[in-house]
């Protein structure tokens, strides 16, 4: 059998309040979970239940309280060097043009400099952005710059990809262009991605299997869905077909209890 590219295992993350350094709470707790080599496992849940923590503890960012993490079958000490990080937030540096940017990692990890530029140009040309390798991020749109964070992650051919709600901020006609390129992209290389996202048709949709996480505290995960689908798929004619309309009324069906419990938590703070 092959090696699952990450897992979780039984993994707790307990940390002090600021408001009170003396209490302390737990954001999930007793997670168990496997991205096998060349998946695409996609994590839903409310708001706050702790996705991106766990994103943060598969990329080594974050050392759980209790619990495990492996990478290939290897137990994860520090950074995990063999992933790819796409932040929901802007992750481009202001100062330096799109090519520089995807550049950057490349020439941290020891590329000389020619050899970077030729594999970012190439990157940005994959992602649509071949003539904008000299714009800065503030000349570029937001869809752009989320391409360019595409190719910035990708130009380092990690075995995994980690995405925090890559595409949340987009409109829907750019963010349905994106996740298509993505899938491309992913359907080409096969890469593990384990992806975080608020919208359950953008996991149906991009997705071999939707993974749900309980509201917090404490939040763990409660359902599994196998995404059988066939693909290659488009991400807006996909949610035409009548598999996809079963499967999303079944996830539904379990996620919008947490969805409600995580909302009333949100105005009980509030």
Excluded at 151 to 161: E, R, V, Y
Excluded at 173 to 185: F, S, Y
Excluded at 240 to 259: C, D, K, S, Y
Aim: aromatic share 6%; with cysteine; hydrophobic share 45%.
């Amino acid at each position: 059998m092959t090696t699952p590219a990450l897992q979780l295992h039984d993994v707790a993350c307990t940390f002090v309040s600021k408001d009170d350094p003396g209490q302390r709470y737990t954001a999930v707790q007793g997670v168990t979970l496997t991205v096998g080599a060349g998946e695409f496992v996609s994590v839903v849940g409310p708001t706050g239940c702790g996705k991106s923590t766990l994103l943060n503890v598969a990329a080594g960012l974050l050392q759980p309280s209790t619990g495990r993490v492996q990478v290939f079958g290897q137990p994860l000490a520090g950074i995990n060097t063999r992933a790819g990080y796409m932040f929901q937030a802007e992750s481009l540096m202001p100062w330096r043009t799109a090519l520089a940017n995807v550049m950057a990692g490349l020439e941290f990890r020891g590329s000389a400099p020619a050899e970077a530029r030729a594999q970012a140009d190439e990157w940005l040309r994959r992602v649509g952005l071949g003539g904008f390798g000299d714009r800065y991020p503030h000349q570029l749109s937001g869809g752009m710059r989320k391409r360019t964070s595409l190719a910035q992650t990708l130009a380092l051919d990690p075995d995994i990809i980690l995405m925090d709600e890559p595409f949340s901020a987009l409109d829907i006609q750019t963010r349905q262009l994106m996740e298509n390129e993505v899938l491309d992209l992913w359907a080409k290389k096969r890469k593990a991605v384990l992806f975080i996202t608020h919208d359950l048709d953008e996991a149906i949709a991009m997705s071999d299997r939707v993974v749900i996480m309980s509201a917090g505290p404490a939040a763990r995960l409660i359902g599994e869905f196998t995404i059988d689908i066939a693909r290659p798929r488009d991400v807006a004619e996909v949610k035409m077909t009548p598999r996809f309309v079963e499967l999303h009324a079944a996830i539904w069906a379990q996620l919008r209890e947490e969805v409600l419990k995580g909302y009333a938590q949100q105005l009980k703070a509030a």
